[in-house]
Nanobody, 118 residues
Framework: QVQLVESGGGLVQAGGSLRLSCAASGRLFSINAADWYRQGPGKQRELVAAITSGGTTNYADAVKGRFTISRDNAKNTVYLQMNDLKPEDTAVYYC????????????WGQGTQVTVSS
């Protein structure tokens, strides 16, 4: 009933920027809260950014000042703007959204690869 489609990943040089998108397709729902996670090679999945239902944002220390999470409720889309990328940011990035409405619950995106070269 709900599909999350992630896009925007790719290969970028250190210092560059990428904008990840997580679009929720379906009917009769809206985004409540959302998170972005990442999992680097040989690493555990970690939370990097979160936005609450009220719009409050929080970030992992490693990305503070460089990443920004936002959402467009009209488009049912969550974004992660990533600036000044570093090789340490290389990972598969996953969105997780909390939906409200007829299909309320938590849903995961399929993941998108971000690779930052030095």
């Amino acid at each position: 009933q709900v599909q999350l489609v992630e896009s925007g990943g790719g290969l970028v040089q250190a210092g560059g920027s990428l904008r990840l998108s997580c679009a929720a397709s379906g009917r009769l729902f809206s985004i409540n809260a959302a998170d972005w996670y990442r999992q680097g090679p040989g690493k555990q999945r970690e939370l990097v950014a979160a936005i609450t239902s009220g719009g409050t944002t929080n970030y992992a220390d490693a990305v503070k000042g460089r990443f920004t999470i936002s959402r467009d409720n009209a488009k049912n889309t969550v974004y992660l703007q990533m600036n000044d990328l570093k090789p340490e940011d290389t990972a598969v990035y996953y969105c997780n959204v909390d939906l409200k409405g007829w299909v309320a619950g938590h849903y995961w995106g399929q993941g998108t690869q971000v690779t930052v070269s030095s």
